[in-house]
């Protein structure tokens, strides 16, 4: 299995890069599919994690804190089953690519990563780096809540507060990386960390007996497990181990929702979300097309409401999870989704507060 790069754009090949001289996102010129029929759920040695499914994966296992087989519940009041995410070690669904990601940084000879990030991909990296023995420096908003701050710092990064945009944030860890800072350990970029989030279709599949739902919902900001999910239907689906992918649908925040006509207000309660310029932003567009998918703008007084709902239900998340059972309330009420659908959501991070 080769885990050289390549660029989708240009055809340049690397050993390791972030991102192309061309300035496009790279992608593991090897993407393994599934051997032969699918095995019986029962006999998947979860024990392993997501790493369960290793022959799918183009990294080696250097670092794991256990991530991956979060429980799919089903969830009556939403008429839907809940893929719980929040219950990852540190608290979202970016510990699997972390986990990937940071394995990539040490078989690439990495001894310090910078990361950027709103909150959870930061303390994400900077946990699995600080478990793998390596230094970490993590680019956060000036605004980024205490409770995510604290979080970070407690791994022992070193954290750098950018004032300004969550664009400007990227930037200033760029130049950091183009610097000398470290390795890019960019959840955006870097396709290990998707290769990661592909792992959340695999899991929801197997834990269904290899029959996919009809649609699932999720937050979208990068992408980073919208296309995740996109890549691992999709190789289930050429695999033959289902029917057909099903339709991915996003929920963004208004004033952050590059892929809807959003008019609405600043959603300033979905921190984790705020991207305006996705880097792969023809890869979710693609993906939306190929899967009849499409993609609402939730606003901040829905988030704070459907937040406190979950909160009473029984499930503390963060108010960025609470965007995406608001868009599957809403894609009911427009007619995209039946009522009777069998639809799964994903709940992607807990609450730090």
């Known amino acids: ?57 183009p990294v080696e296992r250097r670092v794991t804190l256990g991530e991956g087989w979060t429980p799919l519940v089903e969830a009556p009041d939403w008429d839907c089953a809940f ?24 078989a690439c000879g990495a001894e310090r990563l910078v990361e950027d990030s709103s909150g959870n991909a930061g303390t994400a990296i900077a946990t699995y780096a600080a ?22 710092e407690r791994t022992g990064a070193e954290v750098v507060r950018i004032e300004g945009s969550r664009a400007d944030v990227t930037e200033a860890a ?52 919208f296309l995740g999910l996109y890549r691992g239907f999709r190789a ?12 991915l649908l996003g929920a963004q925040a208004t004033g952050y929702a590059p892929f809807t006509d959003d008019s609405g207000g600043d959603n300033h309660r979905a921190d984790g979300i705020h991207i305006r310029e996705p880097v792969r932003a023809g890869e979710v567009e693609t993906a939306i097309a190929e899967t009849d998918g499409e993609v609402v703008a939730i606003d901040a007084e829905t988030t704070d409401r459907e937040h406190e709902r979950l909160h009473r239900e029984g499930f503390p998340v963060e108010p960025t999870s609470a965007v995406a059972p608001a868009a599957l309330q809403a894609y009911r009420e427009r007619g995209v989704l039946a009522a009777d659908a069998d639809v799964v959501v994903a709940l992607t991070g807990r609450s730090k507060a």
């Open 174 to 225: 760029i130049d950091a990386v183009e610097s000398g800072a470290g390795w890019y350990a960019s959840h955006a970029w870097r396709p290990s960390f998707y290769t990661g989030t592909q792992t959340v279709a695999l899991e929801i599949t197997a834990q269904r007996d290899w029959h996919a739902p009809e649609a699932v919902v999720c937050p979208l900001g990068h992408g980073t497990l």
């Open 1 to 57: 299995m080769s885990s050289d790069l390549q660029c989708a754009v240009c055809g340049n090949r690397y050993a390791d890069r972030w991102r192309c001289a061309c300035e496009q996102p790279l992608d593991f010129v090897d993407r393994p599919l599934p051997d032969g029929s699918a095995p019986e759920p029962a006999t998947l040695d979860t024990r392993d994690g997501l790493w369960t499914f290793s022959d799918l994966l």
């Open 131 to 152: 478990r793998a023995g390596l230094e970490s420096e993590i680019y956060v908003p000036a605004d980024v809540t205490a409770a995510k701050l604290r979080a970070i």
């Open 83 to 106: 893929k719980l995410e929040s219950v990852s070690p540190t608290g979202s669904f970016k510990d699997r690519g972390a986990a990937l990601t940071v394995s990539r940084a040490l």
């Open 236 to 247: 289930l689906s050429d695999a033959g181990w289902i029917d057909e992918s099903p339709r």
